[in-house]
Structure formats: structure tokens, C-alpha cells
């Protein structure tokens, strides 16, 4: 029976690499050190780990604040009301109407109307006179900025009472002045009355009308007043020109056959224009020196 406590006999047949006895010599010099740099290291990844959590919790506490300031801040009301007003458009503002005679049985009836708003227009007026009680048919108008117009009714019934009603209003703000900007070169020159009797006044208007605006209108609404020494209203009319062109000049004749029986100082010529319309102005087609966007689609 072999003996378990006889020595095992080894052999080493192949010598040890160099590099391997360098290295656990540099190790047994440095393990001191080694050591130190594990710990070092061990202590940087634990001061990584709290800092980041740190910053996770800090991060949550400053989501749950803000989460709070926003739902206290929700029942107030944070408009700023003041902004609201000062950006609004001002109201427009309306004289007394004025009652015309239009001969038998039939009145002319005339309110003034201002807009003094510099960017803000009535891009679509609806209103009606009440006359005795009873509304009449319903107008419509455009009220650009800084402009004054009259509102005119035309052979309403007789009645001593008479006022303006004002069935809707829609406001439109000005960005694009491109348009807008011509409103007041539809230019008046040489407005005249002329009488036909001179008891009983009636005769006829004449002015020219000059377009100095680059474009062409299919229609211009004219109203045209005659005014008294006082410059009170004393008599209306309105007619529609067709097709009036850029840089033309036409000479218009308006009758007034109602009797006036005041004298004539002054003619008024109010053109209207629905500058707010693509559809107003005629397709042309821009020559050599005209202004950008005088070419219009089809």
C-alpha cells in the first residue's frame, strides 16, 4: 500500500518569463500604494454617486416648488388689462344725424362719422337709421384709419325724429400699409355748384377727380354734399364712377333736382373705396418706375 505521506517529487521543466517575475516584484514593492489608489478610487465613485443623487433630489424638490407656484398662481387673473386698453381701438365717434329734404314725402338723412384710430380700421360697418319708430334697410360701409365719413340713407319717410343704429361692428388691425397708405390720394379739384334757379336752388355740382394712386378701381363711391355759408349740410347726393384708372383724370357732374332754398358756399366730395377688398381694385400690369405690388393676379 503506497504511504500518503511520501513527498511528491516536481519537476519544472520551463523557466518563468521575465516580465511575470518583474511584475510581482514592482507589485510586492507597491502594494502599499496600490492599495491607497483603490481606496482613493473607491471613495471618488461613492462622492460621484451621493452628489448625483444630491442633484436628482434637489432638481425634484425645485419641480415640486415651481409645480406649487403655478397651481397657487392659477385662480388670479394675470391679463394684464391695461395692455388690453391701450392696444384696443378707440371708439369711433358719430355727430348728430341730420335730416334733408328730398322733396315730397322723402327725406335724406347724413350722420358724420370719425375713426381717429391710426392703426386699427372698421373693415365692415352695418347700420340702419330708426326713423318714427321703425328701422330701414340695412347699409354697410368701411371706415379706414384717420378718416371721416358720412353715412347716408336716401329717401327715408318723413319724420321729426330720426337716429343712427348700429347693428354690427367688425374692427380689422392694420400691418401691411401697402394699400391703406394711398386712402387719401382719390384727390378733388375745382368743385363747383351751379344753380338752376335762382329762387328755388337746385342746379348741378361739378368737380374733377384725379387717381393718384398706382392702381385701378373697378368702382369709387362718391358722396357728394353741398354745404351753406355756415357749413352746415344743406344737401346730398351719391353716385358710383366704374373703372377709374391710375394717374386718370374725370370730370363729374352731379344733379340736384330737390329745391335747397339756402345758398350753396362749398361742395364736398367724399370718394369710398373698399380698400380691404382684393376684388375692388382691376388687374394691370406695372410699368418701367412703378411702385412693388402694382402687379395684381387675375
Known sequence: MANKNQPIQTTITEEVPEWKISLAYWYAENRALIKKAAVFALFFVDLTVVILWGMIFVNYRAGLLNDEVYLFELPRNL???SALINNAPRNLTFDDPIILSAGA?????LVLISNDNSDWAVEELNYTFNVNGQDLETMKAVIPPQTERY???FNAPIGNNANLKIISLKWKRIRDYTLISYKDNLKVSQAQFTPANADVISGVA?????N???YNFWEVGLTVLLFDQEDNPIAVNYLTI??????????IEVSYSEPIYRTVARVGVYPEVNWFDARAIM???GGVGDPAGLEMGR
Open 79 to 81: 391679463v394684464n388689462n
Open 242 to 251: 366704374n373703372k377709374f384708372k391710375s394717374r386718370e383724370e374725370r370730370q
Open 151 to 153: 353715412l347716408a340713407y
Open 283 to 285: 388687374p394691370t400690369e
Open 206 to 210: 361739378k368737380f374733377n377727380l384725379n
Open 212 to 214: 393718384y394712386t398706382p
Open 105 to 109: 314725402e322723402k327725406n335724406n338723412l
